[in-house]
C-alpha cells in the first residue's frame, strides 16, 4: 500500500496499564476505508513496526477492486496478510504472487523495489471482499541496503498457537515458543489472535515493544474496554493479558526490539539517513527504468505513481 501523507491518527493521552492510546482515522479512497495506526504523533514504531494500516473491510460490485500502482520502496519490509480477500502482487524482481487469507506476503526493499497490487481479474468479475492488514518493518542500519528480496508462505506454514477460547496464528517472528518461517533482520513478533467471548491472551513477555490493535470486536486489558480500530502500545516488562468482550474479538499483537538509530519516513520511503531518501525521491521522479535504480514490475509497466510536485518539495520526518 503506498503511503498516503493526509491520514493523521489520534493520540488521547493513555491511561492504565497503556503507555499509547491510538486512534486511526478512517478515510474513504474510492468506496474503500483505509486506517492507519502508525507512524502516530506520539508513537512513530512499536518495535521495528513503522507503518500500519486497516484495509477495509470493503465489498465491490462486479469490475470493482483494488489498483495499487506500481511504486517504489527503500529501506523496509512489507507484510501483507488478509482476512477476506486477494491481492495480485507484482514487483520488480520478477515476482508475481497472488496472496489469500491466512497466508503471508514479504517484500523485503532493502536498497530499493517496486511493486504493485491489484484484484485479479478472475475475482472483478464477481461481488468481492476486502479486509485486511499492511505493515512496514524498518530494517536495520546495518541492512538497509541488501538486496530487495521477496518471500511467500502458505496459511499451513504458519504456527498456531491453540488455548480454550484462543487460536493465535504466528506471522513474523518469535513468541510462545514458536517461530514463523518468514525471514527475519530483527527482533519480532506478530500475531493474528482470534478469540472466543470472554477468552484471555497473555501478550508475550519476550520482546521489548509489545502492542495490540482491535480489528474485530472488543477486548478489556487492566479495566479498560477497548472496541476495534484501536491500537494499544504497552510499558516494556508489565505484564498484559487481552480479554474478549461479549462477541468476541480478533487482534493483530505486534511488537519486538526498539530501533537504536533514529529513522525517517517521507512517502514510501523509510531510511536512517534523509540523503538516502532523498537520492530515492530523485531517482523515482527521473523515471529512468533502465540506467536508474529503480525499474517497474515486469506485467506491471505501463504506469506507475508519480510523486506530485507539491509534496516533492517536503522534507522526510522523524
Known amino acids: 500500500m503506498s503511503w498516503n501523507p493526509t491520514q493523521s491518527p489520534e493520540c488521547p493521552n493513555a491511561a ?27 508513537r512513530q514504531m512499536v518495535g521495528p513496526f513503522i507503518f500500519f494500516d486497516q484495509m477495509g473491510p470493503a465489498e465491490f460490485i462486479t469490475d470493482g477492486g483494488i489498483d495499487v500502482r506500481p511504486h ?13 480477500g486477494e491481492f495480485e502482487h507484482r514487483d520488480s524482481i520478477g515476482t508475481h504472487q497472488m496472496i489469500y487469507p491466512g497466508e503471508v506476503n514479504w517484500m523485503t526493499a532493502g536498497r530499493g ?13 464477481k461481488r468481492n471482499k476486502l479486509f485486511g492488514i499492511q505493515t ?27 488455548d480454550t477460547g484462543v487460536t493465535a496464528r504466528l506471522i513474523l517472528g518469535d513468541a510462545y515458543g514458536e517461530t514463523s518461517p518468514v525471514t527475519m533482520h530483527s527482533e519480532t513478533f506478530y500475531a493474528d489472535v482470534v478469540l472466543a467471548a ?32 484501536r491500537m494499544m502500545v504497552f510499558r516494556p ?13 480478533r487482534l493483530m499483537v505486534l511488537g519486538g526490539a526498539t530501533m537504536n538509530e533514529k529513522r525517517y519516513i517521507w512517502w514510501n520511503f523509510v531510511s536512517s539517513s534523509k540523503d538516502k531518501i532523498e537520492e530515492a525521491k530523485e531517482a523515482w521522479m527521473a523515471a529512468d527504468w533502465e540506467n536508474g535504480p529503480f525499474q517497474l514490475p515486469p506485467g ?9 510536485p507539491e509534496y516533492a518539495r517536503t522534507t522526510p520526518k522523524d
Do not use: C
Not at 501478550?203 to 476495534?228: K, M, Q
Not at 516488562?237 to 474479538?249: L, R
Open 198 to 229: 470472554g477468552a484471555s491472551f497473555p501478550l508475550p513477555d519476550n520482546h521489548e515493544d509489545r502492542g495490540i490493535y482491535v480489528t474485530e470486536g472488543s477486548i478489556e486489558v487492566a479495566g479498560d474496554t477497548f472496541p476495534a480500530g
Open 16 to 42: 492504565g496499564a497503556l503507555e499509547t492510546l491510538i486512534i486511526p482515522r478512517a478515510r474513504d479512497i474510492g468506496g474503500f476505508d483505509v486506517r492507519r495506526a502508525l507512524p502516530s504523533p506520539k
Open 113 to 125: 523495489v517496486t511493486h504493485s497490487e491489484r484484484t485479479s481479474e478472475e475475482t472483478r468479475a
Open 72 to 84: 517504489p520502496h527503500i529501506g523496509l519490509g512489507t507484510v501483507t496478510y488478509l482476512y477476506q
Open 136 to 162: 512496514w518493518i524498518a530494517l536495520p542500519e546495518d541492512k538497509e541496503d541488501i538486496a530487495p528480496d521477496f518471500e511467500h508462505h502458505k496459511e499451513m506454514a504458519l504456527p498456531v498457537i491453540t
Open 300 to 308: 506491471d509497466d505501463a504506469e506507475h505513481i508519480p510523486i506530485t
Open 237 to 249: 516488562g508489565d505484564s498484559i493479558s487481552a480479554k474478549a468482550g461479549p462477541q468476541g474479538a
